[in-house]
């Protein structure tokens, strides 16, 4: 056991600060909040805090962590006036050029400055269309040696070879997912990474991907983590090819459950906005993206 003495205890929810207390923990479990732990505790480790900040962990729902080598560029890109070209001239040629090295110490940033500003969970959405195949597990061996608890999936898209690279993303989402119940079943590792099924975008994804991805979910039991809404395009798009709303269309797909994971969401209709809460699924908020890509603020929340 091991008592960290005379901390400052946040707890977030409900909220509350506690100054001048010990917290006794025993391996992974924390046994007692309180008042002079050491003298009911004579046989434990002690570490004295001197009054830092101890809280629960954050979790952060929704990153891009192949991204993080992008912090601070200064690519000469082509004039990007709308959310569309910003994706096509910055976003969408940065994931092209990642291979093995360059995804795997991009996973490893991230993680850890995760850890350093108290994240100790994320929900990574990954994207590499030059290095598809292993991409998963390359992140999660960056996961792994950080120590952080991590979910993660494929990008499933279209958007550079057509039903080809659909294919190759749902099959790595699933082969990832199968690597992952291997880990736990054996416990040959710990098990600190799981995995969803992904998805970029409604309007990347056709109907015979959003078909390929219902047999994934339904192979591997996890759930979807998808953009939507994110910018009006992605809703126009949507009602001009299939006359639909963007999460009415993938609910006929059975892709809006419980464990469905929907970033951005700014413009969904009332009606999507009504499907989620009618399937428990979850929307995730994501302020400093919408902000930098200038797509507006989410009023839903």
Known sequence: MLILKNVTAVQLHPASVREGVDIAIDKDVIVEVGDALTQRYPQAQWKEMHGRIVMPGLVC?????????SRGIQANIAPSPDFIST??????RLDRALDEESLYYSGLICSLEAIKSGCSAVIDHHASPGYIQGSLSTLRS??????????????TTDRNEGIKELQAGVE????FARQIDHARESGSEPYL????????APFTVPDAGL???????????????IHAAE????VSHSHHLYGKDLL???AEYGLIDRKTLVAHGLYLSAEDIALLNQQDAFLVHNARSNMNNHVGYNHHL
Do not use: P
Request: glycine share 6%; aromatic share 12%; net charge positive.
């Open 61 to 69: 729902a929704h990153n891009h962590f192949y991204s993080s080598l």
């Open 87 to 92: 994706l096509k001239n910055l976003w969408w």
């Open 142 to 155: 960056a996961f792994l040696k950080v120590g952080l608890r991590a979910m993660t999936c494929f990008e």
């Open 172 to 175: 790595e989402n699933i082969r």
């Open 193 to 200: 990474v799981e995995a969803h099924i992904g998805a970029h």
């Open 211 to 225: 078909e390929m991805l219902r047999e994934a979910i339904n192979a591997t039991g996890r759930g979807l983590h």
């Open 231 to 234: 910018d009006r395009y992605d």
């Open 248 to 250: 009415v269309r993938l």
